[in-house]
């Protein structure tokens, strides 16, 4: 088994043992939803407040483990297979860091929860972008819009865009550290309009393309 898998594995068992530990501590109902302003606005079961994320955490290590197995175009992945192996360990990690945050703010804690998490999301976001700039065309990995998956040349542009857009939306993220009024604003906007930008543009890409080759 890849290190990487070993060190990605010892993050969830590390997410269901800080869980195990704090389970006496920590009271019959927890708080597991926060709004935009960080303000406790769901609650959910001990049980579940605890565990949840641990069980979804391991639920997205199996499903990221089984991708390069089934995808049609895995020799493509295995191009790139180092980069998204480190993915699957940053998204882990992102994972672990939320739920820390959870169980230390049912422990007692208190301070802005979007705030706290700027810099998770900054890092994430970050990493993507290098991860989009390694991915070769393949069918669970990356910016998968239809014009991306029929043209090769479409899904290299496409790619190399993203992955500036996303590394440059990864430090807009950090600025909700500074600026924790609007620190959910810095983190939904910029994803949320580039990733929208980039669909566009796929198709946009695409259709020049055709364009050309008729033309030839």
Known sequence: MKKSIIFALLIVLASFGVSAYFYPQTPETV????????????????????????????????FFWVIPKIDPLKPNIEKFRKYFDAFIVVFLLFFL?????????NLGARFNMVQFM??????LFYYCGVLMEKAQRNW?????????ISNEEVWD???????????????????GLVLPGAAFYLVIFPILFFSLY???YS??????ISRKHKNL
């Open 198 to 200: 980039i669909t566009v």
């Open 157 to 175: 542009k496409t790619h190399r865009l993203a992955g500036k857009l996303f590394k440059i939306t990864g430090i807009i993220a950090l600025g």
């Open 97 to 105: 860091y939320v739920h820390l945050l959870t169980v230390v703010w």
């Open 140 to 148: 669970f990995i990356g910016i998968r819009t239809p014009w991306t």
């Open 203 to 208: 198709y946009w890409e695409y259709k020049n």
């Open 118 to 123: 700027s810099p998770a999301f900054g890092v």
């Open 31 to 62: 708080a597991s939803h926060w709004n935009i302003d960080g303000e406790v606005n769901g609650y959910m079961s001990k049980f579940w407040g605890l565990f949840l994320m641990p069980i979804v955490s391991l639920a997205m290590l199996l």
